[in-house]
């Protein structure tokens, strides 16, 4: 007989003063949420999903940052950590960015090499990335380095006008089950981390303020491309699965309604076509 309880999550997050890391956040860019979780469980589902979802082993991405990485969105029914985690983070989110939000992916990303000074977005929708490291980084080893401050526009924009790739970072040296969260218009880049395995795991959040319904369908649509290929198995381990939409009746009709998942679709289904192509068809559809 039910209870009319939910079951207990199988991961807890603790964030004892969310208005501190407002401040921080409005302030510098980003805030670390310390010792937020016990990160075991979810560093063995990351390593679960990634030795499972690619029929390349060795099959790797690069970044516009110069980084390579492979990834695999986890937001299925068999990542109940990364369902938790991320719904968990939805509400610290709404209460950083002081508005309901929609999430993004939410998925685990081993990185090798390092990456250069960039920001994830410059678009108009206000959002948030919340990512976790699984191994301990610091500054010489690996770590998340940010420009404080370089999300506000005019230092930005200064910034960009200034061409300069020796910018005065500072290193947000992290142990697992800390969490980083930082506002997407931050640069920030990876130093020290060429011969280490890095691995991440992240969900992205996007303020659903009033009126901005066309900022988070441009916001969505950027990030799902219809000539992207991640290499995972998009049958297996889809953005957004039936598991995903159940976690929030309000999350699930605002993605649905500002194209989030309509855009992940096209993105998935053209890279499974892609793939089932003839290899004469796959060389032609790789040259262009």
């Known amino acids: 007989m039910s209870t009319g309880r939910r079951p207990a999550a199988p991961v807890t997050l603790t964030v004892p003063d969310v208005a501190a890391a407002t401040r921080h956040l409005g302030t510098f860019g980003y805030t670390v949420l310390t010792a937020a979780f016990d990160a075991r469980p979810l560093a063995d589902e990351i390593d679960r999903v990634l030795a499972d979802a690619f029929a390349d082993p060795d099959h790797q991405n690069r970044g516009s940052a110069g980084n390579r990485f492979r990834y695999a969105p986890m937001m299925v029914a068999s990542t109940p950590i990364s369902l938790s985690l991320a719904r968990q983070l939805g509400a610290v989110a709404a209460e950083l960015l002081g508005a309901p939000v929609v999430p993004g992916r939410a998925k685990g990303t081993e990185y090798a090499g390092i990456s250069g000074w960039h920001r994830d977005t410059e678009l108009a929708a206000r959002s948030v990335g919340c990512l976790t490291y699984l191994e301990p980084l610091t500054a010489r080893a690996g770590a998340l380095w940010v420009l404080p401050g370089s999300h506000h526009a005019g230092y930005a924009e200064a910034i960009v ?87 929030d009746a309000r999350w699930d009709a605002r993605l649905e309604a500002i194209g989030a998942y309509e855009a992940g679709r096209i993105e998935e289904e053209a890279a499974a076509r892609r793939r089932a192509a003839p290899p004469d068809r796959q060389s032609v559809v790789r040259a262009r």
Not at 168 to 179: A, I, L, N
Not at 206 to 217: I, T
Not at 224 to 242: F, I, K, L, M, N
């Open 161 to 247: 006008a200034g061409d300069d790739p020796d910018l005065p970072g500072v290193p947000v040296p992290t142990s697992p089950g800390d969490v980083i969260v930082l506002d997407e218009r931050l640069f920030h880049c990876s130093k020290g981390g060429r011969r280490r395995r890095r691995r991440q795991w992240r969900v992205d959040f996007a303020a659903d303020d009033a009126g901005a319904d066309a900022d988070l369908a441009e916001y969505f649509a950027a990030q799902h491309s219809p000539d992207w290929d991640g290499g995972y198995d998009v049958e297996r381990y889809p953005s957004y699965g039936a598991a995903w939409r159940a976690l």
